[in-house]
């Protein structure tokens, strides 16, 4: 067995297995992060094993022999035996070989449960029934349940409200690699890179392990993105599409609201984008967002300062921010590029580099902890945020951007400014008037008594000179976010 990184999930997973009591599990987190693989990998050699898969779109029938053949395989194999017509069938076969194994660890792996979930199949109802009246009672059984769809793991089982309200004994979330995870990763796959090669990288594909496993060691980088996403057979070409499918049941319309969000990269408010879908989605707004930020797809903020309860969307999944800038007109065009060194001559546009500006602040977002850490803030109680103000140009007032902002319980407030570029940033004199600006437009705005520093988080460092001495309290660089 080897895994990278989830070692919170491992040790979660073997208190579990070791527990003297029944145990009920319910995993979820975006498709293509590793559920399965953690599972088989953790615990499929731990004692008596049945891992049964739902099918997308598959009926009852196709639903349950899944399960038999699962069931045959684990209890009788090479016997073949007869598909039981409902779950309560199934469950009782289940019950009758798990009573008979009581000396052993029985370990059922229901993988995406949603699909075998089908309408009118009463598979909760029977899962709650025979939990409770049966395996409960069991302390040999470890029953772990598994979805993509995130939003119906939530709603049916972890907050459900029904017969499994409170029976799910452990919650686990498995989130995509960081930084450091990715580049691990890549190097048990053989492929060496700097730090910068892997940030690039990850603005593509984010940590996703599918789409990681799927790089080519004797490829550059830029010869695999090309062949991955500009591709027809490219495993990231028709992804996006596949994705919202598999997991949404109102897939075009969660498409449709994903699309409006991405074309604001600082986000937009819930008013703003009710405007502009809401008589497509009607009265279900909130909860089609839910859905896509509980899949990791969008996150739901409120920018520093408002008084306003109206709270803010913006896509942050590395791959479907790559996949509207760069993917999308070409499949709605139906115009592929031609070569092998496309993605070469784009990576080296200044469109590119602009676009990796904003790719950059995202990923920073997401690994705030390492910058936090990197600022020696852990216990400053920080509350991480952004800042925006648009100016008013009758009054002849500049607008000002604040990248990352950390509001901290010691009295004093960090102003992050965040740069990407491959070599060493420079503070000239006009930016540095842009940098006092921003100070100065948001002090007079936000009216805050605490201390101001100001931090600059760049990939290749900052070249002290006289500006940086002046206006940089601290800098952070890419190898902190590792």
């Known amino acids: ?144 349940v598994c979805g993509s769809a995130a939003s119906w793991m939530i709603s049916h089982l972890i907050n459900a409200k029904g017969g499994l309200h409170n029976r799910v004994t452990k919650t686990l979330l498995l989130e995509p690699f960081n930084l450091s995870e990715t580049k691990m990763f890549l190097e048990k796959k053989k492929i060496k890179l700097s730090k910068k090669q892997v940030l690039d990288l990850y603005m593509v594909m984010g940590g996703i392990p599918y789409y990681l496993n799927h790089l080519d060691p004797t490829k550059s980088i ?76 969008i996150q739901r903020f409120l920018p520093y300062g408002r008084k306003k309860r109206d709270h803010y969307y913006k896509v942050v999944d590395e791959y479907i921010l790559f996949y509207f800038k760069w993917i999308a007109d070409l499949i709605e065009g139906k115009e592929l590029p031609k070569g092998t060194d496309y993605w070469t001559r784009i990576s080296k546009s200044p469109a590119w580099y602009s676009w990796a500006g904003y790719s950059f602040e995202n990923i920073c977002y997401k690994h705030v902890d390492k910058i936090i850490h990197a600022l020696g803030l852990e216990n400053c109680g920080c509350f991480v945020s952004h800042w925006r103000y648009h100016g008013n140009y009758r009054k002849e007032e500049d607008g000002a951007q604040i990248d990352l902002l950390l509001d901290r319980d010691d009295d004093a407030i960090t102003l992050c400014e965040i740069k990407y570029s491959s070599k060493p940033f420079i503070i000239d004199k006009s930016y540095a008037k842009n940098l006092m600006k921003k100070q100065e437009v948001f002090e007079k705005n936000i009216k805050t008594p605490k201390q101001i520093f100001l931090t600059m988080i760049t990939v290749s460092g900052l070249k002290k000179n006289g500006w940086s001495e002046e206006l940089v309290h601290h800098s952070v660089t890419l190898q902190d976010l590792f």
């Open 222 to 297: 830029s010869q695999n993105i090309n062949d991955m996403c500009f591709k027809k057979d490219g495993v990231l070409y028709g992804e996006f599409h596949r994705l919202f499918r598999s997991l949404f049941e109102a897939a075009e319309l969660n498409l449709q609201i994903v699309k409006v969000i991405a074309q604001r990269h600082y986000g937009i408010s819930f008013s703003e984008l009710a405007q502009k879908v809401g008589k497509k989605v009607g009265g279900r707004l909130a909860e089609r967002l839910d859905e896509l930020a509980v899949a990791g797809f």
């Open 1 to 144: 067995m080897y895994l990278i990184g989830r070692k919170k999930e491992q040790t979660i997973l073997e208190k579990m297995l070791s527990s003297k009591e029944a145990e009920f599990v319910a995993i979820y987190g975006r498709r293509r992060v590793g559920k399965t693989y953690l599972i088989q990998q953790c615990l499929s050699q731990k004692g008596v094993y049945l891992e049964c898969t739902g099918t997308k779109d598959g009926n009852l029938k196709t639903q349950l022999l899944n399960f038999t053949q699962s069931f045959s395989t684990t209890f009788y194999p090479g016997i073949p035996i007869s598909s039981p017509k409902s779950w309560r069938e199934a469950f009782e076969l289940l019950t009758q070989e798990i009573i008979k194994h009581k000396n052993k660890k029985i370990i059922l792996f229901f993988d995406e449960l949603p699909w075998l979930a089908t309408r009118k199949s009463k598979l909760l109802q029977n899962l709650d029934y025979f939990w409770n009246t049966q395996w409960s009672k069991l302390p040999q059984v470890k029953l772990i």
